[in-house]
Structures are given as C-alpha cells and as structure tokens.
C-alpha cells in the first residue's frame, strides 16, 4: 500500500491550497480515508474523514467551515480543499487510509487508520 501526498507549500494567511494523496495497493472504494496533521512540538491530530461512498464527511472544529474534504473512488484520491488559512494550520499533513470498510461513518482517532502517507509541509505565514 502506498499514498503519496501533494499539494503543500507556503500561503500567506487568508490564502488557500489543496492537498491530493494519491493511493495504490488496497481496496480504495471500501475504507475510510482521512487528513491528520503535526504541528512542531505537538502531537499528531485529526482534521478530517471520509466515508467510502463520500456521502459523510468529519472534521475537527478547527478547520470546519473552511477545509473540504473529498474522495475521488475512480481515481483512487482524497483530496482537502483548505481556505482561509490561519497560522495555527502551519504543520506536515498526512494522508491515512483504513484497510477495514466504513460505510457508516469514518473514524477520527490515528489509531484506526492502518496506511499513512509520508506527509506534505504547509507553511501558513502571518
């Protein structure tokens, strides 16, 4: 199983970008696929998740309302759409995929996510 991210970089705040992780090696259209992220000195956490048909998204208060998340099952990608960036978003982002199905809902803790990504850096400055 491999995902690879794309898309980070340095924005100013109030600036967008958009993240794409690109998967291959398991059952794309079955799991639940989710952004988390690590800020420098922190822990990693959650941002956002998807179910497999993309009818239900999670997101972490912080971001709701301003990231997006999506999931292209034909592509094999999960992508986050993230507008009005603060300062606080600056960390690497990390794509994460279960192997198990979710079709319910999509998990928000690290620990369900079996495959990860080796991260993206976004850089918001003040």
């Known amino acids: 199983v491999q995902l690879d991210e794309s898309g980070g970089g340095l924005v100013q705040a109030g600036g967008s970008l958009r993240l794409s992780c690109a998967a291959s090696?398991?059952?794309?259209?079955?799991?639940?696929l989710a952004w988390f992220r690590q800020a420098p000195g922190k822990e990693r956490e959650f941002v956002a998740a998807?179910?497999?048909?993309?009818?239900?998204?999670y997101y972490a208060d912080s971001v709701k309302g301003r990231f997006t998340i999506s999931r292209d099952n034909t592509k094999n990608t999960v992508d986050l759409q993230m507008n009005t960036l603060k300062p606080e978003d600056t960390g690497v982002y990390y794509c994460?995929?279960?192997?198990?199905?979710?079709?319910?809902?999509?998990?928000?803790?690290?620990?369900?996510?079996?495959?990860w990504g080796q991260g993206t850096q976004v850089t918001v400055s003040s």
């Open positions: 090696g398991l059952a794309f259209s079955s799991n639940a």
């Open positions: 994460a995929a279960t192997r198990g199905v979710y079709r319910i809902f999509a998990p928000r803790s690290s620990g369900a996510y079996d495959d």
């Open positions: 998807i179910v497999w048909s993309g009818r239900s998204t």
